[in-house]
């Protein structure tokens, strides 16, 4: 079959785009932002990209074949010149989320991480772990995770030589796990770890993605309130997590975060499958800080200390996604012991703060920041590891929820643990970022251009500096020109 893909650069899309292409179709696609690292992995599939969304590239011609079936994205909008032609002559059409969950998912034993912050990380770590176990898992994850090389594969079959102990009640209502060692004797397929976002589905579907997924596992990290553009209240949040919660059957697992409030209010509307909960000194799953940036931690569940983690990621956060990560491949049927020394081995995403290079004792990363708790988070697992050394930020408000200056005053709480901010306020963003930068004390100053944002930087670092390029989009290659142009300096 040859597939038209709408939206093909997007990290979701990518990877749709990569699992058809691992299923044999023909695959293409348009879009309007083609950057790496996605359209480097596509490019590399031998995936034709195209740049915009011309009707002409859904149209028969000399040198092109009309597609048997259009995936849409969720980017796309009614009046987008692909989108009419494609409604106009009738050609046959899906979104990205449903035919992922008929094609791919639907004969596989599926886990799926949800929540605000961490999705990414945690897909990640979750297919890595289940990697080492010998399960070779199928995935979909918002990005290029290290360990593999690859942000979608369809992984193998799985093996039946799985521990398998007591199983858990069910009921109608919400139950918590007995305190034993059993897991659930999963059905004999091939894993699939998928990074379950909340965002709607298309311009023609406007239900939460992960509803198509249809989940054994699922993994429900925390709830905060973004994509302002679509929700207008936590709430309606609350309730797609809902909607998710009622798609995982009876002998499934919920694996949640015991310090989030949202969530328990999620499963208070009706839970009918088991629960195991994870947090730092609290739930089934508990994870000890050793170390105090989260680069050491020990582990235990149900009260049985299962061991020490010793792994290169950093901050509190980052040790809760380990927490789920490790509950999932476990409830999964990996052995949680067993398990903890491919931590170590865990390499994490591109642009999850990423090392970018070190010049001259200045150390640059590369984040995909979207929202101020993931900031916040992040920068103080930060200024654990590196103590007193100066922490640049420069900032992009990037997302939809930024941009409409949704999350604006939190902003600058966010940032407490930056020594300097240069935050990029382009001419077309709707609000004014001088109420953030004036909230830092004289510690952040806005710029219109990215080149004015390098050469702000360039002007004041210096050796023993961490400077953190934080943005969800493509930043205009800030993170690499910084640089080289410290490598020429």
Known sequence: MRLHILGICGTFMGGVAALARELGHTVEGSDANVYPPMSTQLEALGIGLMSGYAADHLQPGPDHVQPDLVVVGNAMTRGNPAVEYMLDARLRYISGPQWLGETVLADRDVLAVAGTHGKTTTTSLLAHLLESAGMAPGFLVGGVPGNFGVSARLGGERSEQVR?????????????????????????????????????????????????????????????????????????????????????????????NAHDERLAEVLAMGCWTPVETFGIGAGDWQASLIEADGSVFSVRHAGRLIGEVRWPLLGRHNVMNALAALAAAVAAGADAQS?????????????????????????VYDDFAHHPTAIATTLAGLRAKVGAARIWVALEP?????????????????LADADQVVFLQRAELAWDAAAVTAALAGHGATVPTVDALLDSLRA??????????????????????????????
């Open 164 to 256: 398998v102990g007591t199983e858990p009640s069910s009921g109608a209502s919400r139950h918590l796990l007995p305190r034993g060692e059993g897991v659930l004797k999963p059905p004999v397929a091939a894993l699939f770890v998928i990074e379950a976002d909340e965002y709607d589905t298309a311009f023609f579907d406007k239900r939460s993605k992960f509803v198509h997924y249809r989940p054994r596992i699922a993994i429900l990290n925390n709830l905060e309130y973004d994509h302002a553009d679509i929700f207008p209240d936590v709430a309606a949040i609350q309730r797609q997590f809902h909607h998710l919660v009622r798609t995982v059957p009876g002998n499934g697992r919920l694996i949640v």
């Open 460 to 489: 004041q670092v210096r050796p023993g500096d961490q400077v953190i390029f934080m943005s969800n989009g493509g930043f205009e290659a800030a993170p690499r020109r910084f640089v080289e142009s410290l490598r020429d300096a």
């Open 398 to 414: 990037r997302s939809n929820s930024m941009r409409q200056g949704a999350h604006a005053a939190a902003l600058a709480p966010s």
């Open 339 to 363: 398990l903890l020394p491919a931590f170590a081995e865990f390499e994490s995403v591109k642009r999850r703060m990423e090392l970018v290079g070190e010049v001259g004792g200045v150390r």
